[in-house]
């Protein structure tokens, strides 16, 4: 059974920095494509950022810069490091994982407020 488990959401200042952590189990992980989505309220779901079984990494024009994606193979982690949030990076933010299936995690309220 696969599972994703996101954690490391919660509530920051404009400004400020969280790093989301994403645990995988049930799945050969070093050979997954590994991504991290967001929902904001009312919005459409919206890739942000990918790391493939190389490592290589891209990311959306909305968190270029800010946002840094990683994983670390030997404990099947993947990491979403987020610096200086804004109000509208506000959105629960969900792990993903893809081979040639497809899986996803419950997700992570990031709330992004003063």
């Known amino acids: 059974q696969v599972q994703l488990v996101e954690s490391g959401g919660g509530l920051v200042q404009p400004g400020g920095s969280l790093r989301l952590s994403c645990a995988a189990s049930?799945?050969?992980?070093?050979?997954?494509?590994m991504a991290w989505y967001r929902q904001a309220p009312g919005e459409q779901r919206e890739l942000i950022a990918v790391i493939t079984s190389g490592g290589r990494t891209t990311y959306s024009d909305s968190v270029k810069g800010r946002f840094t994606i990683s994983r670390v193979n030997n404990k099947n982690t993947v990491y979403l490091q987020m610096n200086s949030l804004q109000p509208e990076d506000t959105a629960v933010y969900y792990c993903n994982g893809a081979r040639d299936d497809v899986y996803w995690g419950q997700g992570t309220l990031v709330t992004v407020s003063s």
């Open positions: 049930g799945l050969r992980f070093s050979t997954y494509t």
